[in-house]
Nanobody, 121 residues
């Protein structure tokens, strides 16, 4: 009820594409538009890492590992953040989460369940 809800994951072959969605919980609807939002991922045995972020002014930032392949976007009217992932690689396999970010880029809210992305031939 109070968590961000991620969806859109799945299993694809290398080179494939997926589009993830992240819907904000009702409790943050009124503050969603100004929020810095980000997508994180956690691969087995690794720490969760920030992959990309988008400001309230639609300025985006990407980790080097996904630059040129992933695109973050947001629809403030739908309180939703998207992640378009193209040219997926096996190393992109992970559980993907979204969250709002503080000014120091720390997650602001409780984590959702995430959505699994598996890239394998």
């Amino acid at each position: 009820q109070g968590q961000l809800v991620e969806s859109g994951g799945g299993s694809v072959k290398p080179g494939g594409s997926l589009r993830l969605s992240c819907k904000a919980p009702r409790m943050i609807f009124s503050v969603f538009s100004p929020l810095l939002m980000g997508w994180f991922r956690q691969a087995p045995g690794k720490e969760r890492e920030l992959v990309t972020s988008i400001t309230s002014g639609f300025v985006t930032n990407y980790a080097d590992s996904v630059k040129g392949r992933f695109t973050i976007s947001r629809d403030n009217s739908r309180k939703t953040v998207y992640l378009q992932m193209n040219d997926l690689k096996p190393e992109d396999t992970a559980l993907y989460y979204c969250n709002a970010l503080s000014s120091t880029r720390e997650p602001k809210y409780d984590w959702g369940q995430g959505t699994q992305v598996t890239v394998s031939s």
